[in-house]
């Protein structure tokens, strides 16, 4: 009994040492001795790097061994507590690292209400957003975001600039709502945007959460736009993007679900997500926010033009298939962002 | 007192009243999956309990499994019996999201009905039963006539036990789909609607009152007189120095 209570004392302790392992290093201060805080950032939004000045603007920034990154301060990377959140901040890291900047990751921090105040207050730099949610947050759900990409991220830009925080450019890849059938069910009843839902309502058991009635995004949607009547069609509810609708669905005790559409399991059961053609979900296209206190230590340009490169060669199957590696086959964050930057040319294998 | 003033007001709002996601409808359902289970439970927990009790073997299997059922946490089995439930259910007239809250709120049934109907039985005074056998009766006669009804109280309670557990408990089965007041509290936080949630809430507490009020009358009307607690075990004799009095039958 006594070894018992000492081998179960020491698993405790062994797996607490463990949690503490992962999450944050020490925080540094914003600068480093040797930097100059530019008090305004110059027109062409370069800082001052110890040891060199420019007058001018290199004319072309491109990716460098030595890095711009080399003498400034590291870059602290934040996340929120999903995981593929957590994923392209260490995507968007290890490019930041191949480019000579260091960094300090504080992955899974929790949700946006923990981490949007955090790098408000300077806690960390750099995190990616999702354009749609993250405006809707910020404006306390005012419906200013909407279906067209560039419209949510210049006026997430706008609102993010009160804060001092700016957006960086965004990816193809958007993980929103997705309403998501078997393929099966879209063979057989010609299913392939939204709009075709309304003529086979009733023949569908609708997976839908709790929620639904009262959110404009979901109920709002489905009965304004594609003439969904919620009195006469069955409904089954469970929360939207979880592992119980998409079991539910796979086994056919639904036919038509709410899922994310970079769940892995649109990949892994082979579903067929239906087409917002009235563009009733906000875009939610990820794209990097990051401190202006922090882009005025660095060549601004040549920072952006690294994580927009990697920005724009992510699209949702990319993401979604990186997804089921991480999510479903449980790999290492770092395994699966460095392998999907080789493969994209980012990152020079064995570097 | 705003908040409560709109919970009254919520209760008030005839709407909440009709329809499948009404009031009555989903009492209903949280009635009939808690009373399913119960009863089967009861059917399974009972005459196993009662051998074992009787018989005085199998005490170790009988403990073993009331701890086993206690330990296994309800939430973890609906996730577990969910997806299967759907494969079970198929062609079925049984909802598969009825199956896993019904197998899960069994399980928490049992242990307490099992455990009080072995206990109950083998607390009943040796002495009492000896008696009984040196009159002639024989094993089941003894279980029937003396034992079964000396062990009721502790039999009831123990049914009390895992009838105010059960319909606390079912509203677990919203979490996967299912009906009863369970959905009340899911949409409530689904929708970050506080009232609607309280509402729910206070519904499930409020049943399970009235489960543990209905069984305690139940066990002081099914027990016999002489065992209620209380009651003297020789009743006291009236003497004309007490002057009037009334029947002591009455006194309780």
Known sequence: MRQLRMLALGALLAALFGACGTGGGGRTPGTSPGTPATGAPSASGAGATPGETQATQPAETGPAATGPGADVPPVRIGSAGFYESALMAEIYAQALEANGYQVERQLQIGPRDQTMPAIQAGEFDLMPEYIGSSLEFLNEGAGEASADSEATAERLGEVLAESEISVLGFTPAQDTNAFVVREETANEMQLEQMSDLAAVQTRLTWGLPPECETNPLCGGALSEEYGIDFDSIEIVELGACGAEIATALDEEAVDIGELCSTQPDIAQFGFVVLDDDKGTQPAENIAPIVRNDYLEQVDREAFAAILDEVSAAMTTEDLTALNVRVGVDQEDFDVVASDWLTENGFVVEGE | ?252
């Open chain 2, 1 to 252: 007192m705003g908040f409560l003033n709109d919970v009254v007001a919520w209760f008030l709002d005839p709407e909440q009243w009709s329809g499948n996601d009404g009031i009555p409808a989903r009492v209903a359902e949280h009635l009939q999956i808690s009373a399913s289970a119960i009863l089967v439970a009861a059917a399974i927990a009972l005459p196993v309990g009662l051998f074992i009790g009787h018989f005085r073997r199998g005490t170790a299997l009988a403990v073993g499994l009331a701890n086993a059922g206690r330990a296994i946490p309800s939430y973890a089995l609906l996730a577990i019996l969910f997806a299967p439930s759907i494969v079970l259910t198929r062609g079925t007239a049984i909802d598969f999201r009825f199956l896993p809250t019904f197998l899960a709120m069994t399980a928490l049934a049992i242990p307490p009905i099992l455990t009080n109907a072995y206990v109950g039985v083998r607390e009943v005074d040796t002495e009492t039963v000896e008696a009984a056998r040196g009159m002639g009766m024989r094993g089941r006669e003894v279980l029937r006539h003396v034992e079964l009804p000396l062990a009721l109280p502790v039999i009831l309670a123990g049914l009390r036990t895992a009838s105010v557990q059960v319909v606390a408990t079912a509203a677990l089965g919203a979490v996967i789909g299912g009906g009863g007041l369970g959905r009340y509290i899911v949409q409530g936080i689904a929708r970050h609607d506080d009232i609607r949630l309280f509402a729910g809430a206070a519904m499930v507490a409020l049943i399970a009152l009235v489960a543990e009020l209905a069984f305690a009358l139940l066990q002081r009307a099914a027990v016999s007189p002489g065992l209620r607690a209380g009651a003297r075990a020789v009743p006291r004799r009236r003497t004309l120095s007490d002057g009037p009095q009334l029947d002591p039958a009455d006194a309780r």
